[in-house]
């Protein structure tokens, strides 16, 4: 390795080993104490590094900072670059990376006692990466590189411009915010007034050459059903079993139109979570759609099945709420092309083939876009993400570094 891949490794695994785990469950901003944690000390080291304006923001738990202008007599465009510092909701407690130097493209031991294996035959993605230095969990725990390998690009990207003010670049705003991975709900409460960018990017896109636009729109259907419990020795025409009902609900919606049935621009209905007894039940489904008029179409189909039901069993025992989650960005990015084309020419500087398809998943930049900034998503690195079999690669982070310094560059290339 490099220096720089030195540094990169270095930050990055100090920045896994840290416990940030959002908790949907909490209504508290950030959701978990360690996020706020983790915040304040890389606004200790940010500092020290010599980003301006570092501000952490108690109100919506964000750190913003700058990195000031080379050109200052230059009117340009103010960008700003994104990362989440939580990670999903998979064990995240004593987190041990494991370097793996020059990977030879075979299969990797993760944890010898539970013989996991990290293996191109079931992760075809590793042949992309023989010759890298791999970052990879112990296999009890997720790697959280998604999204600390896109805190890592965005700190040493910055590290590099303040030592290196012969690069000429207009004024650039970084933020680190919570609660991404518990429907993007850190972004909703973001001030980007404060923030102060034109446009910006996340950089959260997962593997090598991902450059996204294109989102779900995504609702989530809290349903919740009320039964009746009585004694089965006499139970005949009296007993509601709300399990019961709850299986009909999630059986009569499309059983093709779920998560690992599809692909691409097709939909989804997802059963996320149940609890409950034969007198209550809690469901919480995932809807999801590329296209508005197919979502409502399943918005209306849910609602009937819900309707029927309730019908079969002669009262209103099955009740639901919808909750917006995101819209699709490209309803706002369609109308700023400039702003993806300045990531496509970066990525083409610096020979990164741009995979560009509609993402399956939300981000932060969904909310913000529509919010009033306009946020496509850049790749990140982070692969197998929110599980034990999450790796990234030092060298797919260089290159995420990379096309953030072009980007910085050429912004005054570009206008609206």
Known sequence: MNTQQEQILNRFIKYAKVNTRSDESSLTIPSTPSQEEFTLKLKDEIEALGFEDCFYNPKDAYLTATIPSTLPDEDIPTVGFIAHVDTADYNAENIQPQVIENYDGGDILLNEEEDMVLSPKDFPRLKHVIG???????????????????????????????NHPEIPHGKIRVAFGPDEEIGTRGAKYFDI????????YTIDGGRYGTLTYENFYAKQANVTISGRSVHPGAAKDSMINALLWGARLATSLPADQVPEKTSGREGFYFLIRQEGTIDHLNQFYYLRDHDKEKMQEKLAYFEEQVARLNQEIGEERITYRIVDQYDNMYEVLKDYPWVIDLARDAYLKNNVEAFEAPMRGGTDGAILSHKGLPTPNLFSGAENTHGPYEFVTIETIEQ???VLIDIAKNVRHYSA
């Open 400 to 402: 995420s570094i990379a």
């Open 193 to 200: 007034d404060q923030f102060g960018a034109d446009f910006a």
């Open 132 to 162: 890298h230095t791999l970052v990879t969990t112990d296999g009890r725990t997720l790697l959280g590189a998604d999204d600390k390998a896109g805190i890592t690009s965005i700190v040493t990207f910055g590290e590099y411009l303040i």
